[in-house]
């Protein structure tokens, strides 16, 4: 059992610069690969970025390629969202998820992690 949960959102201007972490229990952090999803009402989550569990593996949404940077630090049971010249359209709830998967193909897809933290909500002003 892996329990997750998000801080560091908030209200950014366009242009600037935000880091959510998404801390989790558990001994076996450094099983799981991590994934940030985001969500707007009425939309479909959205595959954002996600991390193997050595962290020598990430993967990104085109949407946020050369913006965003995921991380981990495994000794802080810890994942990292760094979102630069972040946009209005950023603008939604970002959650951080777990997976015990092995198949790193499918780290874009909600529906291979196992765990979900709450959520933190991003707001870009333009």
């Known amino acids: 059992q892996v329990q997750l949960v998000e801080s560091g959102g908030g209200l950014v201007q366009a242009g600037g610069s935000l880091r959510l972490s998404c801390a989790a229990s558990?001994?076996?952090?450094?099983?799981?690969?991590m994934g940030w999803f985001r969500q707007v009402p009425g939309k479909e989550r959205e595959f954002v970025a996600a991390?193997?569990?050595?962290?020598?593996?990430?993967y990104y949404a085109d949407s946020v390629k050369g913006r965003f940077t995921i991380s981990r630090d495994n000794a802080k049971n810890t994942v990292y969202l760094q979102m630069n010249t972040v946009k209005p359209e950023d603008t939604a709830v970002y959650y951080c998820?777990?997976?015990?998967?092995?198949?790193?193909?499918?780290?874009?897809?909600?529906?291979?992690?196992?765990?979900w933290g709450q959520g933190t909500q991003v707001t870009v002003s333009s």
């Open positions: 998820a777990a997976t015990a998967m092995l198949n790193l193909a499918i780290l874009r897809t909600s529906a291979a992690y196992n765990y």
């Open positions: 558990g001994r076996t952090f450094s099983s799981y690969a």
């Open positions: 991390i193997s569990w050595s962290g020598g593996y990430t």
